[in-house]
């Protein structure tokens, strides 16, 4: 696994090539390369195309995937039938330099299959991820010292109805478990605020919100307005 | 997904090809020689008009004379060429058709712009700031100018938003001031098709005939075999599940909620859908998005940073409620 990764990464670029230490990740590479050719750098940008993409890529793992089957389908048909595809091999090809390029084109056919199982190995693919934006973190930042102060201020009230409680001998009612309130909209509304990059279309004839800029900017008529 | 079926559409077509050749060398001598005596007339007919255009042009000195005879001969081959020239013709056509530019105009790109050039290009930048709460980022692509056009009369079928090879095309009245609300998402919704590779594989399907014609299926010239899987396979197969990666990506633009918005309005209308249509159900379409939505509030709401209900809304839904 890690050496498929190195080798990955050798091929891409990403790291910097070292002979001392790379040399087994070398011979490696020029040992597969003699028997297959290029079709590990072929699976290399394969999968790299393919995980190239944060928001698309399951289609194009699913198009891979296709071509994969398809060409193991047809590498399938070449090695049963061979007999019936080598009556076509021109006679004129010198065998010693033409098989071995054939075999190469053959490998080829698998590069979709060697990617799949590179992605599976190794998997290069990193779907999206909401984070928060430095607004949302200053938001959360004032939500979260707002709550401590509510729950100070809370603990402070439950120490004072118990020693109350206490100075008079009754028993405290338990702390009920805080429950987090759901918002009540459909989602749909709940959505509307931050969703919502655009002001509302305004009626015809009626003047724009004097507190949007982009607002003011958006339903200038003339170049004026607009700058 | 587009590469693999741009392929399997050549491989559709080249099947087109052959059995062309098979019409023409096969199917149409064997309906001659099964034709009644009293139709032999027609047999003569339909070989003289096959084989007089082929003399003439053997007399044409600087054509090789090998081919009208090869033509004489192997009739197959004739089909085969038509089939080519089909295709030809198509491809001009398309390539005419994109590259005429009588009815659209030119906004005036500078910093800023044109008045319509400054309003695509903000709500380029209101993509690329929605685009920024997603990791790994999401480059978006933009159309480097587009074209706006203005709408006749009532019978113009364009669409308001589309695209003419790799050239966007927006209607003028959509450019508008008032319409930006209609502007944004479906300028998102447009840009995902740019940011992949439908648009690649959309002009390359726009190589190929828009419909059936009866004196292609009659003639024997297949043309009707690549078309078939253009107009019935793929819109089922993939477009409409474009149509639904289109949305997602507009709903990463932060044009989710407007979208949204806008299918729902469509919604009074009465939703009719044909077999082969390349669109999704409006219906299936708000679903995808609501889900898309509600993931990312409850998202927020985890975070602790989902809006406050305001009091006025939260009384409003109870009395709903209640």
């Not at chain 2, 009644?36 to 004379?65: E, K, N, T």
Request: aromatic share 12%; with cysteine; hydrophobic share 45%.
């Amino acid at each position: 696994m890690k050496l498929l990764r190195h080798l990955h990464d050798l091929c891409k670029g990403e790291v910097a090539l070292d002979l001392h230490a790379d040399w087994p990740c070398l011979l490696v590479m020029a040992g597969i390369v003699a028997l297959t050719g290029p079709l590990v750098f072929l699976a290399c940008a394969i999968q790299d195309w393919c995980a190239g993409t944060s928001w698309d890529y399951e289609d194009r793992w699913r198009g891979t995937r296709a071509f994969a089957v398809t060409f193991l389908v047809v590498a399938l048909l070449l090695v049963l039938v061979r007999g019936f595809f080598l009556q076509f091999w021109p006679p004129t090809l010198s065998a010693l330099f033409w098989y071995p390029v054939f075999w190469w084109c053959l490998c080829l056919l698998f590069s979709p299959a060697l990617a799949l199982f590179m992605e599976r190995l190794d998997p290069r693919t990193r779907p999206l991820e909401r984070i928060l934006l430095p607004a949302e973190v200053a938001q959360q930042q004032t939500v979260v010292a707002s709550e401590k102060k509510m729950t100070r201020l809370k603990s402070t009230r439950t120490k004072q109805v118990t020693a109350q409680a206490n100075e008079k001998d009754i028993v405290p009612p338990s702390p009920q478990q805080r429950k987090t309130k759901r918002d009540p909209r459909p989602i749909y509304e709940a959505w509307a605020v931050p969703q919502h990059i655009l002001p509302p279309a305004p009626a015809r004839g009626s003047m724009p919100s004097p507190s949007s800029k982009r607002d003011r900017r958006d339903e200038g008529e003339s170049l004026a307005d607009i700058f | 997904m587009g590469r693999f079926l741009a392929l399997c559409t050549l491989l559709a077509d080249v099947l087109g090809l052959a059995a062309s050749y098979v019409a023409g060398a096969c199917i149409f001598p064997a309906i001659g020689s099964i034709l009644p005596g009293w139709l032999s007339w027609l047999r003569d007919l339909c070989v003289h008009l096959y084989q007089a255009p082929l003399f003439w042009m053997s007399l044409i000195p600087s054509m090789p004379h090998a081919l009208p005879l090869a033509l004489i001969h192997h009739p197959g081959l004739t089909w085969g060429l038509v089939y080519l020239c089909a295709h030809l013709w198509y491809l001009t056509r398309y390539l005419w058709r994109r590259c005429r530019e009588t009815d659209l105009a030119r906004p005036q790109p500078g910093a800023p712009g044109g008045r319509r050039w400054e309003i695509v290009q903000r709500r380029y930048a209101d993509f690329r700031e929605a685009l920024e709460r997603f990791r790994p980022e999401i480059p978006l692509k933009t159309p480097p100018t587009f074209r706006f056009f203005e709408r006749k009369n009532h019978r113009d079928a364009r669409a308001e938003l589309g695209w003419r090879g790799r050239v966007l095309v927006i209607d003028q009245a959509l450019l508008s001031p008032e319409r930006q609300q209609e502007l944004a998402p479906g300028l998102a919704h447009q840009l995902a098709y740019y940011n992949s590779e439908d648009l690649w594989f959309r002009s390359f399907l726009n190589c190929y005939p828009d419909g059936f014609l009866w004196v292609q299926c009659i003639s024997g010239i297949c043309l009707w075999l690549p078309t078939l899987v253009k107009l019935c396979v793929w819109p089922t197969v993939y477009w409409r599940g474009r149509v639904l990666v289109a949305d997602r990506f507009a709903y990463y633009c932060g044009q989710g909620y407007l979208l949204y918005r806008h299918l729902r309005e469509q919604g009074a209308v009465e939703e009719r859908r044909s077999f082969w249509s390349p669109d999704p159900l409006r219906a299936e379409r708000i679903e995808h998005l609501e889900a898309l939505l509600g993931s990312e509030f409850a998202w927020m709401e985890r975070q602790g940073i989902a809006q406050p209900v305001p009091p006025l809304a939260q009384e409003r839904h109870r009395l709903k409620g209640g």
